[in-house]
T-cell receptor, first 113, second 116 residues
């Protein structure tokens, strides 16, 4: 089955630690995205990548980093510099270009303890 | 710049009631428009889409018409069920020439609660 897989579904992190969220897709999509969702709020774009080895900051990139070494994979690292990392993180992918819809993974819920 | 505005929720309806969730947008050119649905603890699923003016997207009894003249894409369903309880997001994919090309712009989401 084609789709986007995020892992893990739940993640706990101690303050001051970096943590990496995985996102893999087998849809052969060029573009991939990371969004953050806080309770009762919409989606905020963290980073996006339209091609391998290239990515751009979204609206709230501070305290996060990404890599895009393979077309299928777009991991997100939440660093210790992120002041309030507890949130629901969503990865998405799409065909590169205009007027295209995105397909989403099931999300990772990160909690700082 | 490109943006999407949705009606604030939560929206609470009784089963079999008529649903409207308003969505208006600001964008250059001719963006594509989408409605996504999110069930508790899950990711977003594409519900329907429209790629040009006057297009009507439909799926699972939900409909939305791309109205260029009013820059709107309101979601409607004639008879809601308890299982429709979820958060609904309106979104747009900017057209070529926008500074946001390649991104998907989301509204804030509207929570729908349907009571038996």
């Amino acid at each position: 089955d084609g789709g986007i897989t995020q892992s893990p579904k739940y993640l706990f992190r101690k303050e001051g630690q970096n943590v990496t969220l995985s996102c893999e897709q087998n849809l052969n999509h060029d573009a991939m995205y990371w969004y953050r969702q806080d309770p009762g709020q919409g989606l905020r774009l963290i980073y996006y990548s339209q091609i391998v080895n290239d990515f751009q900051k979204g609206d709230i990139a501070e305290g996060y980093s990404v890599s895009r070494e393979k077309k299928e994979s777009f991991p997100l690292t939440v660093t210790s510099a992120q002041k309030n990392p507890t949130a629901f993180y969503l990865c998405a992918s799409s065909i590169y270009g205009v007027n295209t819809e995105a397909f989403f993974g099931q999300g990772t819920r990160l909690t700082v303890v | 710049g490109d943006s999407v505005t949705q009606m604030e929720g939560p929206v609470t309806l009784s089963e079999e009631a008529f649903l409207t969730i308003n969505c208006t947008y600001t964008a250059t050119g001719y963006p594509s428009l989408f409605w996504y649905v999110q069930y508790p603890g899950e990711g977003l699923q594409l519900l329907l889409k429209a790629t040009k003016a006057d297009d009507k997207g439909s799926n699972k009894g939900f409909e939305a018409t791309y109205r260029k003249e009013t820059t709107s894409f309101h979601l409607e369903k004639g008879s809601v069920q308890v299982s429709d309880s979820a958060v609904y997001f309106c979104a747009l994919s900017p057209s070529r020439g926008s500074s946001n090309t390649g991104k998907l712009i989301f509204g804030q989401g509207t929570t729908l609660q349907v009571k038996p």
